[in-house]
């Protein structure tokens, strides 16, 4: 499985992003496609995941500012984020799970600055 991230960049704190990340290979194989994200001097951590049956799981921290989504065909997840916070500032990772493996992509910067 291949994946391709993008919409990072630069907004204003309170201002919203929409990331996406388009899988492409054995996308039959997927049973879950997810949002990680790293901050500088900090470890990867969950954002946003979202199952081949719609099932959600979100950072505690971020429910309410943060919607995860896919298409109907299963090859591409939505981050819908909203009201922006300097310190949601990171590479934003997509992810994706088979029975089998794990796969990550290539990350998208995410800065909120004034």
């Known amino acids: 499985v291949q994946l391709q991230a993008c919409g990072g960049g630069l907004v204003q704190p309170g201002g919203s992003l929409r990331l996406s990340c388009v899988a492409s290979?054995?996308?039959?194989?997927?049973?879950?496609m997810g949002w990680y994200r790293q901050a500088p001097g900090k470890q990867r951590e969950l954002v946003a995941a979202i199952t081949r049956g719609g099932t959600t799981t979100y950072a505690d921290s971020l429910k309410g500012r943060f919607t995860v989504s896919r298409d109907n065909t299963w090859t591409t997840v939505y981050l819908q984020m909203n009201s922006l916070k300097p310190e949601d500032t990171a590479v934003y990772y997509c992810n994706t799970k088979t029975s089998r493996n794990e796969f990550w992509g290539q990350g998208t910067q995410v800065t909120v600055s004034s």
């Open positions: 290979g054995s996308i039959f194989s997927i049973n879950l």
